[in-house]
T-cell receptor, first 116, second 111 residues
Framework: DTGVSQNPRHKITKRGQNVTFRCDPI?????LYWYRQTLGQGPEFLTY????????KSRLLSDRFSAERPKGSFSTLEIQRTEQGDSAMYLC??????????????FGPGTRLTVL | LAKTTQPISMDSYEGQEVNITCSHN???????ITWYQQFPSQGPRFIIQ???TKVTNEVASLFIPADRKSSTLSLPRVSLSDTAVYYC????????????FGAGTRLFVKA
């Protein structure tokens, strides 16, 4: 257990529905990342926050995806009008950006999304 | 952004030492090398990180030659539970958001 938690662990939805995932990072970590991973591939970067500010967003990220991190604590990732191609594992990671340490990311267990 | 190349898969037997080599020819001066382990249906788990020479922790060793264009993850005396995917990553020291995961190396440990 890395200290990063994600909920739910599994989500099954029908095409066209909206889904929301939650990530609780390690408490003192100021950076939070979202990744997507499909079978047989490595995690693919989606977006990241430093505190409450969303600083980077992948160009591959559809407008149907939105992420928030209110108050710089937990984060939510919402997918609107889900498509079957959105089926994947959604991973959250957190890190501590400060002087004297590298930006090592610690991952949560992931949320497995299945779109029917 | 530095890209990495590592073998797609490796087989080993219990008790053996396993060495997984990663190439990163375009590594930049401020890039660090990090290795993660991932089991099915779990998130990647940090194993080890280094900048140059040798780093050792309770799990593994990381060897980085002087030119830093490659690195080798060494797992001593593997067990069945070490069967997993291992990712080699290169990213700037303070810019973890520039981390790019490849497909990793699938290590299969046999009895």
């Amino acid at each position: 257990d890395t200290g990063v938690s994600q909920n739910p662990r599994h989500k099954i939805t029908k095409r066209g529905q909206n889904v929301t995932f939650r990530c609780d990072p390690i408490s003192e970590h100021n950076r939070l990342y979202w990744y997507r991973q499909t079978l047989g591939q490595g995690p693919e970067f989606l977006t990241y926050f430093q505190n409450e500010a969303q600083l980077e967003k992948s160009r591959l990220l559809s407008d149907r995806f939105s992420a928030e991190r209110p108050k710089g604590s937990f984060s939510t990732l919402e997918i609107q009008r889900t498509e079957q191609g959105d089926s994947a594992m959604y991973l959250c990671a957190s890190s501590l950006r400060s002087s004297g340490n590298t930006d090592t990311q610690y991952f949560g267990p992931g949320t497995r999304l299945t779109v029917l | 952004l530095a890209k990495t190349t590592q073998p797609i898969s490796m087989d080993s037997y219990e008790g053996q030492e396993v060495n997984i080599t990663c190439s990163h020819n375009n590594i930049a001066t401020n890039d660090y090398i990090t290795w993660y382990q991932q089991f099915p249906s779990q998130g990647p788990r940090f194993i080890i990180q280094g900048y140059k020479t040798k780093v050792t922790n309770e799990v593994a060793s990381l060897f980085i030659p002087a030119d830093r264009k490659s690195s080798t993850l060494s797992l001593p005396r593997v067990s069945l539970s070490d069967t997993a995917v291992y990712y080699c990553l290169v990213a700037p020291e303070y810019e973890g958001f520039k981390t790019i995961f490849g497909a990793g190396t699938r290590l299969f440990v046999k009895a």
